[in-house]
């Protein structure tokens, strides 16, 4: 029996489930199957002669170039998980293989992509993260990942011969809130808290709720007591206005212990008990107020 076997290839490449796309030296689309339509969205006609790069998300289409180059160089292909852009604008994540494609005189051409759907999978194993290391109420890290932030910031002080300080932060007067008008208000003054917080600390400081009102707090690059003296006071009063519950109001600031990398401690455990022991004597002092241990 004789086959046409370049017909065959040619059928087999237009019913694969992967999306195919073929790509000249100047990675100007010039052939993709049925499974890129279905995976891109947009048809044959419509891509035909546009740059690959349309089917990238935008900021990530220098970094994608620069992986494909270098691997293919090294290895003579290239594999990875990377983000795609639907024609809806839609982003999802693919597996991806790209491999070169030379003419009869081992001149390169253009590059051959095979891309896999794996945005399901992705997303999935976001969302396990998701529960595993941030609080599921406030969206903020919880103690576990806030052990391995704290981890990496010793690491970098090693280096850098430099400090931290880490806040642990207690809400005074928290209790009665829930004593008097539910679990769900106070739900709603941590939430609250949380935005409050986050809008007095700045982007590389690291806030982790580790417990129903206790929080920490993470900062680098303060040099001196009066720095972090300062921040202290901006955290106070960014708590210190009521928070609107409804038709109910509430008075809840808080308490801050304070301790400094490597002052008081070189590991996570001293630090986080020397901060909690001091946030206590804020506790004695009445409230609203912070201690350095």
């Not at 947009?42 to 990238?56: A, C, D, R």
């Not at 992705?122 to 981890?151: G, W």
């Not at 709603?188 to 986050?198: A, D, F, G, H, P």
Request: aromatic share 10%; glycine share 6%.
């Amino acid at each position: 029996m004789d086959f046409d076997l370049s017909a065959l290839r040619a059928q087999a490449f237009n019913y694969l489930f992967d999306a195919v796309v073929v790509t000249d030296a100047e990675g100007i689309i010039r052939d993709w199957n049925t499974g890129s339509e279905s995976l891109y969205g947009y048809s044959k006609e419509e891509v035909i002669g546009h740059n690959v790069n349309i089917l990238h998300a935008p900021e990530d289409i220098e970094s994608i170039t620069a992986m494909v180059i270098a691997a293919v160089e090294e290895h003579g292909k290239w594999t990875g998980e990377v983000r795609f852009k639907h024609k809806d604008g839609t982003i999802g994540w693919v597996e991806s293989m790209c491999i070169p494609l030379f003419d009869d005189q081992q001149q390169f051409v253009g590059a051959l992509g095979i891309n896999r759907d794996i945005t399901a999978r992705v997303e999935d194993s976001q969302r396990l993260l998701n529960i595993a290391f941030y609080d599921q109420l406030t969206k903020i890290p919880n103690r576990y990942l806030l052990i391995d932030r704290v981890t990496q910031y010793i690491e970098r002080a090693k280096r850098n011969c430099s400090q931290f300080c880490l806040f642990y932060i207690d809400l005074d007067d928290f209790k009665k809130v829930n004593d008097t008008l539910g679990h769900c208000e106070g739900d709603k003054v941590l939430i609250e808290t949380v935005k409050r917080l986050n809008t007095a600390i700045r982007d590389s400081d690291t806030l982790a709720r580790i417990g129903g009102d206790e929080f920490v707090l993470i900062l680098e690059n303060l040099n001196d007591n009066n720095d972090i003296s300062a921040m202290a006071d901006i955290i106070i009063a960014s708590l210190d206005k009521p928070f609107q519950l409804g038709e109910h109001s509430a008075l809840v600031n808080c308490s801050i212990g304070i301790a400094t990398y490597p002052n008081s401690g070189d590991n996570f455990d001293m630090l986080i008990k020397s901060a909690d022991f001091a946030m206590y004597k804020s506790k004695r002092q009445g409230g609203a107020t912070y201690r350095f241990n």
